[in-house]
């Protein structure tokens, strides 16, 4: 769960329906490295405004620690603003977070972050999964496949095991 001592890490990944959001923490102590995701959000109709909310009413208390990463696909000029504001700018003016709390990163290949989330998920020394409040994740992780060219199968969404849109937000934090 959240801390006042730790970073927390919201990572996006954009769609038309739903947009997905994971939220966990990443810190080294004495005891060693540790990665806990322990949140997530379903926001429909991916609306910036109601996701920022969202995010505003739960953990408005520790976004002076956060840090937003997801999906680079949200650094595209949105047409629908009159500014033209990516959606990661969008983003940072509603929970009014400092330019430096994005951490945008391209996004991985599927083949090359497959490996590097296999790597993690088998060695990693304190790698969690909340499976109470991360359940699409947990399922994400359970059923997501890939293709004989190690894409991740993403065809159709109206099939649950086609979307791994938190899956996305998954791989983003690892980038």
């Given at each position: 769960?959240?801390?006042?001592?730790?970073?927390?890490?919201?990572?996006?990944?954009?769609?038309?329906?739903?947009?997905?959001?994971?939220?966990?923490?990443?810190w080294?102590d004495?005891?060693?490295?540790?990665?806990?995701?322990?949140d997530?959000?379903?926001?429909?109709?991916?609306?910036?405004?109601?996701?920022?909310?969202?995010?505003?009413?739960?953990?408005?208390?520790?976004?002076?620690?956060?840090?937003?990463?997801?999906?680079?696909?949200?650094?595209?000029?949105?047409?629908?603003?009159?500014?033209?504001?990516?959606?990661?700018?969008?983003?940072?003016?509603?929970?009014?977070?400092?330019?430096?709390?994005?951490?945008?990163?391209?996004?991985?290949?599927?083949?090359?972050?497959?490996?590097?989330?296999?790597?993690?998920?088998?060695?990693?020394?304190?790698?969690?999964?909340?499976?109470?409040?991360?359940?699409n994740?947990?399922?994400?992780?359970?059923?997501?496949q890939?293709?004989?060219?190690?894409?991740?199968?993403?065809?159709?969404?109206?099939?649950?095991?086609?979307?791994?849109?938190?899956?996305d937000?998954?791989?983003?934090?690892?980038?």
């Open positions: 769960f959240p801390s006042h001592d730790r970073q927390l890490v919201i990572s996006f990944d954009f769609n038309l329906e739903p947009m997905a959001i994971v939220f966990s923490h990443h080294i004495a005891q060693g490295e540790h990665l806990h995701f322990f997530e959000m379903i926001v429909h109709n991916a609306s910036i405004p109601k996701a920022c909310d969202m995010i505003k009413e739960k953990y408005g208390d520790y976004l002076h620690l956060a840090v937003v990463t997801g999906d680079s696909m949200g650094n595209r000029g949105d047409i629908g603003v009159r500014s033209n504001a990516t959606l990661y700018e969008q983003i940072r003016e509603n929970l009014r977070l400092r330019a430096n709390q994005l951490k945008i990163a391209p996004n991985p290949t599927h083949e090359n972050s497959r490996a590097q989330c296999a790597k993690l998920l088998h060695f990693h020394p304190d790698l969690k999964i909340n499976a109470t409040n991360c359940p994740l947990r399922l994400d992780m359970v059923q997501v890939c293709d004989a060219y190690g894409a991740i199968i993403k065809k159709n969404r109206k099939f649950i095991s086609e979307r791994a849109d938190h899956a937000c998954f791989r983003a934090v690892l980038s």
